[in-house]
């Protein structure tokens, strides 16, 4: 089954950096293109970044562009997100999804918190 | 950006009535070539993350009860739980993926009355 696991989360200091991780099994991951939504505390979704099955391409909102690098290891089944000059706005649940055909968000994993505070 | 408007903001419905959400879009997100609308809707529950209900507007995913269903073209939407049992309160959500960045309605709480 498809298995999406999220790591990296924790405290950063506003400037700061954070990397997120995501680790996939169940499917053949360098088939579909992966994506980054976050959740602030008691709040609605807001999609962050995508990146192409082949990492040829990556796409960002524009609350996180030039700040926020989105990439893969598909020798490693992997996704990441390089988080930089991080701002308290930035606080929030950060999950990875996996896109099936046509970017539908299908596949989600549990999460990881990631709180920027002085 | 495409914007997603959800109402209502919440609602309550008794247990086994008729639970309908909306959404609207400000802009078309049909394509014409393929006749498909984008559109997805998600449930999420407390501490969990939002999973699939139904994409290109009316498609029920795989393992997804038949009381969910969606409707609607363009630039407006609805879902509908046929019957509402417990297990469905949670806060629902419409999504566009016809256009980068992908956006999300603002998110309905649907709670028992």
């Known amino acids: 089954q498809v298995q999406l696991v999220e790591s990296g989360g924790g405290v950063g200091q506003p400037g700061g950096s954070l990397r997120l991780s995501c680790a996939a099994s169940?499917?053949?991951?360098?088939?579909?293109?992966m994506h980054w939504v976050r959740q602030a505390p008691g709040k609605g979704l807001e999609w962050v970044a995508s990146?192409?099955?082949?990492?040829?391409?990556?796409y960002y909102a524009d609350s996180v562009r030039g700040r926020f690098t989105i990439s893969r290891d598909n020798s490693k089944n992997t996704l990441y997100l390089q988080m930089n000059n991080v701002k308290p706005e930035d606080t929030a649940v950060y999950f990875c999804?996996?896109?099936?055909?046509?970017?539908?968000?299908?596949?989600w994993g549990q999460g990881t918190l990631v709180t920027v505070s002085s | 950006d495409i914007v997603m408007t959800q109402s209502p903001d919440s609602l309550a419905v008794s247990l086994g009535e008729r639970a309908t959400i909306n959404c609207k879009s400000s802009q078309s997100v049909l394509y014409s070539s393929n006749n498909k609308n984008y559109l997805a809707w998600y449930q999420q529950k407390p501490g969990q993350p939002p999973k699939l209900l139904i994409y290109w507007a009316s498609t029920r995913e795989s393992g997804v009860p038949d009381r969910f269903s969606g409707s609607g073209s363009g630039t407006d939407f609805t879902l509908t739980i046929s019957s509402l049992r417990a297990e469905d309160v949670a806060v629902y959500y419409c999504q566009q993926y016809y256009d980068t960045p992908q956006t999300f309605g603002q998110g309905t709480k649907l709670e028992i009355k």
């Open positions: 990146v192409r099955f082949d990492g040829g391409n990556q």
């Open positions: 169940g499917f053949t991951f360098s088939d579909y293109g």
């Open positions: 999804a996996k896109a099936s055909t046509y970017d539908i968000l299908d596949y």
